[in-house]
């Protein structure tokens, strides 16, 4: 059966192979971002989803044309790589303004008529960085971290209109994320060891998980009656930082993390 399907961050990368998988399924699919893409799988709305009023417009548009919202799909986002010290202020609300408050300015407002329809899913999509702090991408992982718990939150009180609520971990994905990346300065007694840190990041990156299999994952999830909080996709050596986040002693992980930095 035809979904309504609505994915932000459809411009590029994750969000777009999502948006065309879908749209070829024979679902209706809204991308919303801040650049127009011409697809014949799906139909795009220029949004800046930090802009309330922008994310208003759209969802407006949409249920002039549907009658229900089945799913969202949070993808926006971006990284910040740099030290905690060198991060200022402005660095910090531009990456939380669009990884947290512009993902949840998106379930507000789809919301209302998912309660009104008595069913919905929203999967927000996090990273398997969000469960532990990664060296020169504290923020990042913060930012994630944070809506992991918003999330977390939001189970317990959208349930009693059945709508579903999930935080999908992604490993590195084969994308362009580094040139949409905040960028902070990086000061000198840090920028040895930042630019061996910040060459395996875009080493992972460009030997990462290809977009497509994410949408195949996420089309297994929306198959689900149940779910459960927290997803993890991506390739072994990745996911499994969390279960040895959660059993090895703190100094103990942290020596793995750096070998795996190549920070030593």
Known sequence: MSKTIIITGASSGIGLALAEYF???????YGLSRKVVNSDYFVSIPTDITEKNQIDNA???ILKKETK???????AGKGMPGAVEDSTKE???????????????????????????????IINVSSIGSEMGL?????????KSALDKVTEAMR???????????ALHLGDIKTNIAENRVKTNVSEPYKEVYDKV????NAHVDDGTEPLEVAIYVDKLLQKSKWKAHYYFGKFGQKIGVPLKWILPQNTYENLMKKYNKMD
Not at 135 to 143: E, K, M, N
Not at 156 to 166: A, K, L, M, S, T
């Open 135 to 143: 060296p020169f991408r504290g923020f990042y992982s913060a930012s």
């Open 69 to 75: 919202i089945d799913v969202l799909i949070n993808n």
């Open 23 to 29: 749209g070829k399924k024979g679902n209706k699919v």
């Open 198 to 201: 910040h060459a395996v990041m």
């Open 59 to 61: 969802i407006s548009e």
């Open 91 to 121: 660095n910090i609300l531009e990456l939380f303004n669009l990884n947290l408050i512009g993902a949840v300015q998106m379930m507000t407002a789809v919301l209302p008529k998912m309660r009104e329809q008595q069913s919905g899913k």
């Open 156 to 166: 317990y009180e959208v349930y009693p209109w059945n709508i579903h609520v999930c």
